[in-house]
């Protein structure tokens, strides 16, 4: 079965910093997607990228990138230069190309960036 | 406006009624899916659809119904509420498998009282 682990219930930082949000996963397909998603505080969830596993580069949208380890079985996510707009729970989630498709996703991380 | 529309946007129920929660898409996605958020549990999947006439359990399915007539439409009916049912519920969709992610509602949050 998939699971997605996110240990990292909350995190602290002050606007500037760097910081990255974990995310570990396991599966036994060899095929599958990951995704992270965004919810703002005001509670609809933002898709943010999706990676399939053949596909291990590292990818940067601005401000945001993320890193693809197979051997980890991790997929973090890095935002430089935070900023107090980016505070939001991040969710991780994988889905199964052997199975239904559908995302199971972890219990997501709060990140508050102080001003 | 092309999305995933879901209402109503807030409900209280008493525990013992029965309600549906409605979720429509008019991006002629085949999959949609029903997921609860509660504090701290992340989004836990409750039922899934990958097409018209075909549904199926998720994680944590128990006291929930849905059915899949139309590829637009796939609504959540709790039969009988009960406070546990307490939370934000999220309807969302995606072509095939989800290459372009998955597209969310903006949820329900019921309480049941």
């Known amino acids: 079965a998939q699971k997605v682990t996110q240990a990292q219930t909350e995190i602290s930082v002050v606007e500037k910093e760097d910081v990255t949000l974990d995310c570990v996963y396991e599966?036994?397909?060899?095929?599958?997607?990951l995704f992270w998603y965004k919810q703002p505080p005001s509670g609809e969830l933002v898709f943010l990228i999706r990676?399939?596993?053949?596909?291990?580069q590292n990818e940067i949208s601005g401000r945001y990138s993320w890193n693809f380890q197979k051997s980890t079985s991790s997929f973090n996510f890095t935002i430089t230069a935070s900023q107090v707009v980016d505070s939001a729970v991040y969710f991780c989630?994988?889905?199964?190309?052997?199975?239904?498709?559908?995302?199971?996703f972890g219990r997501g991380t709060s990140l508050i960036v102080h001003p | 406006n092309a999305g995933v529309t879901q209402t109503p946007k807030f409900q209280v129920l008493k525990t013992g009624q029965s309600m549906t929660l409605q979720c429509a898409q008019d991006?002629?996605?085949?999959?949609m899916s029903w997921y609860r958020q509660d504090p701290g549990m992340g989004l836990r999947l409750i039922h899934y659809?990958?097409?018209?006439?075909?549904?199926d359990q998720g994680e944590v399915p128990n006291g929930y119904n849905v059915s899949r007539s139309t590829t637009e439409d796939f609504p959540l009916r709790l039969l009988s509420a009960a406070p546990s049912q307490t939370s934000v519920y999220f309807c969302?969709?995606?072509?095939?498998?989800?290459?372009?992610?998955?597209?969310f509602g903006s949820g329900t949050r019921l309480t049941v009282v």
């Open positions: 990676r399939n596993s053949f596909d291990e």
């Open positions: 969302a969709s995606s072509y095939g498998s989800g290459e372009l992610g998955y597209t």
């Open positions: 989630a994988l889905s199964e190309v052997g199975g239904s498709y559908i995302p199971t």
């Open positions: 599966t036994r397909d060899t095929t599958y997607y």
């Open positions: 659809s990958v097409g018209a006439g075909i549904t």
């Open positions: 991006m002629n996605h085949e999959y």
